[in-house]
């Protein structure tokens, strides 16, 4: 049998007011088209609807919403100071070598030169090396390529985030 009431999270978030609904939509996701399709579908009955919100509007965000939001992600490996989620997201490089964090940084910055963005990956739960070898294999894609992979990337970037929107403690 399923519950029909909404989950403490997803409650909360449904009463934000506007403007803190869309600061802490805004730290899931850096492109405001995203944050402003999700605002504008508030309040969601399940979570399963707010995923799927959030998946539809991914899927209309244009080449220029996409580098809005690629811009609120640092380079894997170079976690913003005082920044608890990227930090938490690319915790597979913690631990990496002097070596691996060298070379991780020359690829990004050749990711960069080519792409014109920063190397975006799902970094949760993957190594270092497991970050290294998906830059070293998409560096080579086309440019229309790799923007649909960052595309497919920063969905499930997304919706782990939103996951942890609804599902933290007040």
């Known amino acids: 049998m399923t519950s029909t009431s909404t989950p403490p999270g997803l409650a909360r978030f449904n009463a934000l007011e506007e403007q ?3 600061a802490v939509l805004h730290e899931a996701c850096a492109s405001s088209a995203w944050v402003g399709r999700l605002l504008g579908a508030r309040p969601y009955a399940t979570v399963e609807d707010l995923y799927a919100a ?9 080449v220029a919403d996409l580098e809005e939001a690629m811009a609120g992600h640092p380079p894997i490996g170079r976690p913003r100071p005082g920044d608890p989620t990227s930090a938490r997201e690319q915790r597979g490089m913690a631990g990496a070598s002097e070596e691996l964090r060298a070379e991780m940084l020359e690829l990004n910055l050749e990711y960069q030169e080519k792409f014109g963005h920063v190397f ?3 970094a949760t739960g993957r190594t270092a090396e497991q970050m290294r070898d998906a830059v070293k294999e998409r560096i080579g894609n086309a440019p229309e390529r790799e923007r649909e992979i960052v595309r497919t990337e ?4 997304n919706r782990i985030r939103l996951a942890r929107l609804v599902e933290e403690d007040a």
């Open 20 to 22: 803190a609904a869309y």
């Open 54 to 62: 959030g998946d539809a509007a991914m899927a209309e965000l244009t």
């Open 120 to 122: 975006l990956v799902c």
């Open 154 to 157: 920063l969905g499930k970037i």
